[in-house]
């Protein structure tokens, strides 16, 4: 019990004032809101399972979120938690199939090399937290281009697909154009992704493009609780970006070392 209590103890400490405070007012005003909006049933699921799901992303993505900010490997375990999550949410609402492939042929192998990569990586000072770097050069134009082209050619694959969900109320231009949204927020989130593996600092400018498309997403689908995560993604983002800014610039000697390995 005395060991149980320490380790809660400490988990506590880690975490700063203002940190403790984001994440609890997120969760607090999620639960508030799935009261104030409770989920309708769609597809045959009860709307109290699917508020459940909302509320799980909610949790364990914000909880991820922190730990990304505080440059914490751990946050890739966390990271296959929300994947499973989001899987479940787009298998129950039959939608989302880009960002549904993306997450199970993208994001759950990238979770386990990037927890790799970063293990191999740690501050010479404090072991808990990882070397970070920024981008440089002409790739940040062929990611846009890459990003582009996908958007296009994914989104329209997937309005050819017949696959049919009360989620939008049979307003088939809703479908259309969240489709596109779906298509490009997957580019997006693959960006993200490879920005993470390789420890840069661009993934939060990505990460904030992604919260931005995700909520249009949400408000056209009427999922507003999940706006409370958006938010919370928003003002985290700035947090973290910030952090890992004055990180690297008082580590400019080992990053110009570290850009050299993977």
Not at 81 to 102: D, G, H, P
Not at 177 to 205: H, K, P, T
Request: glycine share 4%.
């Amino acid at each position: 019990m005395e060991n149980i209590k320490k380790r809660f103890v400490n988990l506590w400490n880690y975490f700063t004032t203002y940190e403790k405070v984001w994440f609890f007012s997120i969760l607090v005003l999620s639960i508030i809101f799935a009261f104030l909006f409770p989920e309708e049933d769609i597809n045959g699921v009860n709307g109290k399972i699917i508020m459940i799901l909302y509320l799980a992303d909610i949790f364990f993505n914000i909880l991820c979120e922190l730990l990304i900010s505080k440059q914490s490997k751990w946050n890739f375990i966390v990271s296959v938690f929300v994947e499973i999550t989001e899987i479940a949410i787009c298998l129950v609402l039959s939608y989302r199939f880009a960002t549904m492939a993306t997450t199970l042929f993208f994001w759950l192998p990238i979770d386990i090399i990037s927890f790799i990569n970063w293990h191999k990586h740690p501050d010479k000072q404090e072991d808990e937290v990882t070397k970070v770097r920024k981008l440089s050069g002409w790739i940040e134009v062929l990611v846009i281009v890459g990003i582009v082209l996908w958007t296009i050619s994914i989104g329209y694959f997937l309005t050819t697909l017949d696959i049919g969900t009360d989620l939008f109320n049979g307003n088939e231009l809703l479908e259309v154009v969240v489709c596109y949204l779906d298509a490009c927020v997957s580019a997006v989130a693959m960006a993200n992704g490879v920005f993470i593996l390789l420890r840069l600092r661009e993934q939060w400018i990505a990460w904030y493009i992604d919260a931005i498309l995700e909520g249009i997403i949400n408000i056209l689908s009427g999922q507003y609780v999940l706006l409370i995560l958006k938010l919370g993604y928003l003002t985290n983002t700035t947090y973290g970006y910030i952090k890992w800014t004055k990180y690297i610039k008082q580590h400019k000697e080992e990053q110009l070392q570290d850009n050299k390995l993977f």
